[in-house]
Nanobody, 128 residues
Framework: VQLQASGGGLVQPGASLRLSCAAPGRDFSSLEYTWAWFRQAPEKEREFVAAIRWRDGRRGSYADSVQGRFTISGDNAKSMVYLQMNSLKPEDTAVYYC???????????????????WGQGTQVTVSS
């Protein structure tokens, strides 16, 4: 495991969670790297959630389903990325994975095949 995701848990609808992803022992601070979050719900394929390229500064890209509710941010000097999740819905329930890719172009940010480094995943459950 090269990345470590944390911060998941069980929350009620409407609540917030903040996920973190670290890369202990590795340096992903270069502007060539892209960090992303994907998620996989039970019996569904893994899907893109959000991505941020260090070269783009603080601007992130988001799946339509989370746009306006989730915010991806990071600290490239520390090789860490975060996913602030607000107004959580039951359909956000999934295992969330962080990933790092290198030299990704805008059109490939949502393609999980472009990411070489992955974390072990953290479970997020939204239920009343």
């Amino acid at each position: 495991v090269q990345l470590q995701a944390s911060g998941g848990g069980l929350v009620q609808p409407g609540a917030s969670l903040r996920l973190s992803c670290a890369a202990p022992g590795r340096d992903f601070s270069s502007l060539e790297y892209t960090w992303a979050w994907f998620r996989q719900a039970p019996e569904k394929e893994r899907e893109f959630v959000a991505a941020i390229r260090w070269r783009d500064g603080r601007r992130g890209s988001y799946a339509d389903s989370v746009q306006g509710r989730f915010t991806i941010s990071g600290d490239n000097a520390k090789s860490m990325v975060y996913l602030q999740m607000n107004s959580l819905k039951p359909e956000d329930t999934a295992v969330y994975y962080c990933a790092v890719g290198r030299s990704l172009i805008s059109s490939s940010l949502r393609d999980q095949r472009r990411y070489a480094y992955w974390g072990q995943g953290t479970q997020v459950t939204v239920s009343s």
